[in-house]
């Protein structure tokens, strides 16, 4: 990797690095872009900004408003009357699950909560007799790739039960956008799927590429194969054979960025944080997983303050330990909400599911911590506030308890005030 010491950004470059900002919505800072910059040799610099150039950026306010013109069609298409089912597909912590929360956010969604009924798993579709022949089961996600994890769990979760109790549905896909040269393969084998979101050419196709003809795009797609190489990787559970994805998972080669993230369809470029890489992007480095250690370890402190301070009512105690989840997730959450933190970061921290935040909204909205929007009331704010307060007045008042001995050695109190 070069010296970062000796090189420096000449005009054309700054006012690349200039327009890739306010294309990607102030989303990175200069800075953020140099860093990522000294990635590469110098001579390649120009390169890797043409293909910053290529990404696109979805703001959460984008993100509402794609999945709300889609969730319109859909009803349109429906007809009057039928009802939606709409289930976020994939595991706690993938991208479907966590997509249903700005799905729930969007006024068209707001409008018609009788029609559109949200499904936590799909596991028996006939449960309750809640779905029969052309109902609606509407999958949703952020991007559609290869189509692989798509076609994965329509045949895993979907496909025998259809073909169990014999009735067939009207099966759609609302995403924000999709691949459109693996989206062929996706809708034969999943015969009468609707999709509903926008569709990009991969980054390096024959025809419609970002970075023009043939001759221009085969070069950016060799830099991009040339330091992809080794940034991310899988491997078969069942072969334990590893594979390498230098242009995004599957070969994806997509150029897009979120408000809540970034896919690994987009070029790993962007994103990993492998051999020394520094990321545009970063998904989920091991700083944020040492950042959710430390959330989790504060909470527990900041809870027992609340009860020492009467702010929440102390539940009784079992073998000396606090059995309110429910507080600790409700702290959690104010927390975060002062931090500003988007919604997928709420998931990571505090490692809940989907509908878990939403039953701990309703809760804080029955409080009155939460207002009808999900924001923070003076009322949250001001529990922050004395907890705050209470932990600068104890730090101050540790100092004065630090006992000095005559070689500079401190001693610092176990416990304090009852507190660890």
Not at 13 to 20: E, M, N, P, R, W
Not at 131 to 159: C, P, Q
Not at 194 to 203: E, N, P, T
Not at 207 to 217: K, N
């Amino acid at each position: 990797m070069a010296a970062v010491t000796k090189y420096h950004i000449n005009d054309d470059q700054y006012q690349h690095i200039k327009d890739a900002i306010m294309r990607l919505q102030s989303s990175v800072n200069p800075v953020q872009v140099v860093n990522w910059l000294h990635n590469f040799e110098y001579e390649d610099w120009d390169m890797a900004l043409e293909l910053l150039g290529g990404l696109n950026f979805y703001s959460i306010n984008q993100v509402i408003h794609d999945y709300d013109q889609g969730l319109q069609q859909i009803l349109s298409k429906a007809g009057e009357g039928q009802k939606i089912h709409v289930h976020g597909f994939g595991e706690q912590g993938k991208s479907g699950p966590t997509m249903m929360y700005f799905l729930l956010k969007t006024p068209t969604y707001l409008a018609n909560k009788d029609r559109i009924k949200i499904l936590k798993d799909v596991n028996d579709l006939k449960n309750g007799k809640r779905m029969g022949e052309g109902s609606w089961l509407v999958l949703v996600d952020d991007v559609i790739g290869s189509g692989k994890t798509l076609r994965t769990f329509y045949s895993h979760n979907i496909a025998s039960q259809l073909a169990r109790h014999k009735f067939s549905l009207n099966l759609c896909v609302l995403c924000l956008a999709y691949m459109k040269e693996f989206m062929p393969l996706t809708l034969q084998r999943l015969a009468g799927l609707q999709v509903f979101g926008s569709g990009y050419h991969r980054a390096f196709a024959p025809i419609g590429s970002a970075f023009g003809y043939r001759p221009s795009m085969l070069k950016m797609r060799e830099f991009s194969h040339r330091y992809g190489k080794g940034l991310f990787n899988t491997q078969d559970h069942a072969t334990g054979v590893w594979t390498d994805h230098p242009l995004g998972f599957n070969n994806s080669q997509s150029l897009l960025a979120f408000g809540h993230g970034i896919p690994n369809n987009t070029l790993p470029v962007f994103w990993s944080n492998k051999n020394g890489w520094v990321p545009l992007y970063p998904r989920l480095a091991s700083a944020k997983i040492s950042e959710i250690k430390q959330f989790k370890c504060e909470n527990y402190f900041w809870l027992a303050l609340a009860y020492k301070l009467n702010l929440f009512t102390q539940p009784e105690e079992q073998h000396g330990l606090l059995t309110s989840r429910l507080d600790l997730g409700m702290l959690a959450l104010i927390r975060l909400k002062i931090r500003g933190s988007v919604p997928e970061t709420i998931f990571q921290l505090m490692g809940i599911t989907f509908y878990e935040l939403q039953a701990l909204l309703v809760r804080g909205r029955e409080k009155g911590l939460f207002d009808p929007d999900d924001n923070l009331t003076e009322k949250g704010a001001q529990i922050y506030g004395e907890i705050q307060k209470r932990i600068q007045i104890n730090k101050t008042e540790m100092k004065r308890k630090m006992i000095t001995f005559d070689r500079g050695v401190y001693y610092i109190p176990k416990t304090y005030n009852g507190l660890t």
